[in-house]
């Protein structure tokens, strides 16, 4: 990790949505009187949504005046989670996990797919369809390594099936979320003994009369 | 109370007391750099450390510790905290050297060396090598404001700046960005610090990473005199140290005195250093032919002799301006009323208050410490912010504690604490007498000079009184009538009775054209006198009242002789000389003594002690230095005055980095006054 600043390019202004304005009148609505900084968290990240997956200095000073806040404040929020993007984002904004179990399982191979594809670190791709950050744990290490694309994961990641996944969102094909790997949630993998199909039916949660070896 | 065992030794302290303050409690010192008393606690820099028997296994921070959530021994013994064992010393080195893994070890070139936290207490507790063999962490420098240079590298996060902007100051200026290892502390985008306390978090910072720029690179502590003395920028009087090298003035730093400023000074009494230096006027000058000449001190006593026989009493006058000390007021009164004239004040900016009305009428009765009894305040006609930064501090501190109920009549503005906004003029005063008694205990109001120095100011002060006795502000045990001054002179004059006589002129009368010959002024710089009057100016600076003198005859500042001065509350403090005046400029006192020979009316002293002597035995509550004389309540005016105007209240401080001749005379006060009215952007975003 390293200092994260706002971007240069900053747009004049920013205004939510009508209707992030009323969703986030409702959050600001489950704290108390005079509590209602404790809805900054969901405000910036509506915002964020709102704005491409990326926070504009006038997002974050709307924010601090929506909620009765100083500007630093909510900046220092902002800064703190790295899932705040202070910089613009690709349409397809990877976020690579890089800790332990990944690792051990290969992100480093994915990475390097990364590096190849995308570019550095943060960087938005010419063609402005996707940017890269390696974060740290993002839970799903049971799947390994994987990647988190926008709000979705894509676990059990190989170079090939990674570069395959890059193809087809640049392509606009539809693409399958979770793992890349035919698996079923984070059931035990290809090479053990037992599986969710083997007990669950071929989707894996249909339930055992399903299968029809057991009949 | 709760018993606790500290080192070995068994003591009572109250149970909400932390750790930390029962090993201070014990005599014990804890080390220490995010903990500040008068902070909230952070526990973040983990310095405090101590091995605490009944708790967790591991050492406790002791500032964020209670006494009162340890548990006692199993059979109810005591628990016991240890604050020298082997492990207390063990993770306080260890600590030590976390913080001196980013730490850029650059005492040598460090303003902060000699007079820093952390070189302090590495010589206890830091280790004579580094095991961190990686590069050191650097930090950009943000700009925070022309009065606090940063220096980003050095800083070790303890937040007590962002404690202190966000807490005392009320301006929520600063914060900490990014995370981990990566946090900064800066303001929002490099903006200018907006607090008139900002000078303040270079004196809470324990390390060199805010340090004050204009004192940047000048001097090291240990090379520098220090004379406690008193502020005179505005009416609180805050306890200062005037630190001195040779005959020069480097910094001014806050001292404690709970009952005044606690520990913090505004930047105005703090930076107005370099004013002392500039504009200064250093030998006497006497007009001739309309043009202002040098001329020696018999020389100008000669222009004034010839000029004062040629005058009646009568048509002689004396005015005191907002700097000067009790004893010059004295020793000039008694020269003027020697030459026959009733024409005295120093009341220059035309306010209705009079000794006549008693001294509760004039004085913050409730005592600045007292603000934090109060459960309700009244600001009427003023803007506590800018008038006495220090005092509004106070104000919000209480606020910050809840139940206070807080109303403002006059000028709208940021206090940096919410109130309720009645009214801007008269008629909203008028308005709130009829609310009859308040459900309040302790109700306080805090009226302004803007409310009484306009032509109906008296017919405001004693609708104000009237109120005051009727709401229950003013009762049994409780004064909560409460006058707020901006020049540190004036409570002095007015309890030496620097006012009209009978028949005497006022401030205002004896300005206008051809109603005097011949008008002493004592630093009274912010009035015009209009063409006509000989002028003897008897001041520091070259000010507006010089520029218009006849004679000038060079004085003394208020760093530069010994002078007593009595703040808004009534609180009698000498101010100490710590340097000698510039060169043939003398101790206003002095001017006064030799001035009265020349002219024939010798004044009955030799030296400051017997005119001090004399002063005390005219006014005998000068006796009780450093103390407040409570006033009489009773004597309080009700029912006097005239017609109120409608004419809204206006502010009494325009700008408030440029309220006197020392603060305009420095660039430093300008650059503040500039980067507060928006008028520059500061060079270091230029680039």
């Known amino acids: 990790m390293s200092v994260r600043r706002l971007a240069e390019n900053q747009p004049a202004s920013f205004e939510f949505t009508a209707q992030n304005k009323a969703w986030l009148e409702k959050q600001i609505a489950k704290y108390p009187d005079g509590r209602q900084a404790s809805a900054v968290i969901p405000a910036l990240w509506q915002a964020q949504k709102q704005n491409d997956y990326w926070l504009p200095k006038a997002a974050i000073e709307k924010v601090a005046a929506m909620l009765d ?100 969102l640049a392509a606009g094909r539809p693409v399958k979320k979770g793992s890349q790997a035919g698996r079923v949630t984070s059931e035990p993998g290809p090479r053990s003994l037992t599986s969710l199909q083997s007990f669950y039916g071929a989707d894996g949660i249909s339930g055992p009369l399903s299968d029809p070896a057991r009949k | ?31 220490r750099f995010c903990y500040h008393e008068r902070l909230s606690i952070a526990g973040n820099c983990r310095m405090c450390l101590v091995e605490v028997k009944g708790g967790p296994p591991k050492p406790t921070a002791s500032c964020a510790m209670s006494v009162k959530d340890l548990r006692p021994g199993p059979n109810g013994e005591p628990p016991v905290v240890l604050t020298n064992s082997p492990m207390v010393k063990k993770a ?39 095991r961190f063999h990686e590069n050191k962490r650097a930090v950009a420098d943000p700009y925070i404001g022309p009065l606090v240079k940063t220096c980003m590298t050095r800083c070790i ?39 008139e306390l900002s000078g303040n978090v270079a004196d809470i910072c324990p390390v060199g990473a805010l340090l004050p720029k204009p004192q940047n690179f000048q001097a090291r502590p240990w090379e520098m005199n220090k004379t406690q003395s008193i502020d005179v920028m505005d009416a609180v009087g805050s306890a200062i140290r005037i630190d001195t090298r040779g005959r020069e003035v480097m910094r001014i730093l806050p001292r404690v005195n709970d009952l005044v400023n606690e520990e913090w000074i505004s930047d105005k009494a703090r930076q107005i250093v370099d004013g002392l230096k500039r504009q200064r006027l250093d030998r006497a000058y006497v007009r001739v032919n309309g043009k202002l000449q040098a001329a020696s001190w018999s020389q100008a006593f000669a222009a004034i002799a010839a000029k004062a026989q040629a005058t009646q009493g009568a048509r002689i006058g004396a005015l005191a301006g907002d700097l000067a000390s009790v004893e010059e007021m004295f020793a000039l009164k008694m020269l003027v009323e020697s030459l026959g004239s009733q024409n005295i004040d120093c009341r220059q900016d035309g306010v209705k208050l009079d000794p006549k009305f008693g001294r509760a009428s004039y004085l913050f009765n409730t005592t600045i410490a007292g603000i934090e009894q109060a459960d309700a305040i009244m600001i009427i006609g003023s803007n506590p912010r800018k008038e006495a930064p220090v005092l509004n501090a106070r104000i919000r501190k209480r606020w910050r504690q809840g139940g206070l109920l807080l109303g403002l009549i006059g000028e709208k503005a940021d206090l940096t604490y919410d109130y309720n906004y009645l009214g801007a003029d008269p008629a909203a005063l008028e308005q709130f007498a009829s609310h009859g008694a308040i459900q309040k205990e302790r109700p306080m109001f805090i009226i302004g000079q803007a409310a009484l120095a306009r032509p109906d100011g008296l017919a405001i002060l004693s609708l104000a009184a009237k109120i005051a006795k009727n709401i229950g502000v003013v009762k049994d045990g409780w004064n909560g009538f409460n006058v707020l001054h901006t020049a540190a002179a004036r409570v002095g004059g007015l309890d030496i009775g620097f006012t009209p006589g009978e028949g005497g002129l006022d401030a205002v009368a004896m300005t206008n054209p051809g109603a005097l010959d011949m008008l002493f002024n004592l630093g009274a710089d912010e009035i015009d006198v209009a063409p006509g009057a000989f002028v003897v100016y008897i001041g520091s600076h070259g000010d507006r009242g010089a520029h218009r003198a006849d004679v000038i005859l060079p004085a003394a500042a208020y760093t530069e002789q010994t002078g007593i001065y009595v703040n808004t509350e009534g609180r009698v403090q000498y101010a100490q000389r710590a340097c000698f005046p ?91 006054s500039a980067v507060a009215s928006g008028a520059h952007a500061h060079k270091e975003a230029a680039e």
């Open chain 2, 92 to 130: 306080r080195e260890g600590v030590m050297e976390f913080l001196l893994i980013n730490h850029p070890l650059d005492c040598p070139i460090c303003d902060q060396g000699g007079e820093c936290d952390l070189q302090d207490q590495a010589m206890a507790y830091g280790v004579d090598s580094s």
């Open chain 2, 157 to 195: 996060k303890c937040t007590r700046c962002v404690r202190f902007t966000a807490e005392v100051a009320g301006t929520m200026d600063m914060g900490a960005m990014n995370r981990g290892e990566d946090v900064e502390i800066t303001t929002y985008l490099e903006s200018a610090m907006t607090s």
């Open chain 2, 1 to 31: 109370m709760t018993k606790i065992v500290i080192d070995g030794t068994e003591l009572d302290v109250p149970a909400d007391y932390t750790l930390l303050q029962a090993c201070e409690a014990a005599g014990k010192e804890i080390p």
């Open chain 2, 582 to 672: 510039p060169g043939e400029a003398r101790e206003g006192w002095a001017i006064l003594r030799a001035l009265s020979e020349a002219l024939g009316h010798k004044l009955p002293f030799d030296s400051a002690d017997m005119l001090r002597a004399k002063l005390e035995a005219a006014h005998p509550h000068f006796v009780n230095y450093d103390h407040a004389t409570p006033a009489d309540a009773d004597a309080l005016v009700a029912g006097k005055g005239g017609a109120l105007e409608a004419r809204p209240f206006g502010r009494v401080i325009d700008d408030y980095y440029l309220t006197n001749p020392i603060a305009r005379a420095s660039a430093v006060m300008a650059e503040c």
């Open chain 1, 69 to 168: 806040m100083p500007v630093i404040r909510v900046m220092e929020v902002a800064t703190f989670y790295t899932m705040f993007n202070l910089e613009p984002v690709g349409k397809y904004f990877i976020q690579m996990c890089g800790t332990t179990p990944c690792m051990l399982r290969g992100s480093d191979e994915i990475k390097a797919v990364l590096e190849r594809r995308v570019g550095e670190q943060r960087h938005v791709t010419a063609d402005g369809l996707f940017s890269w950050l390696e974060v740290e744990c993002l839970g799903a290490c049971c799947n390994a390594p994987m990647v988190q694309i926008n709000d979705d994961y894509y676990e059990d990641l190989t170079p090939q099936n990674f570069e395959r996944l890059l193809d087809d």
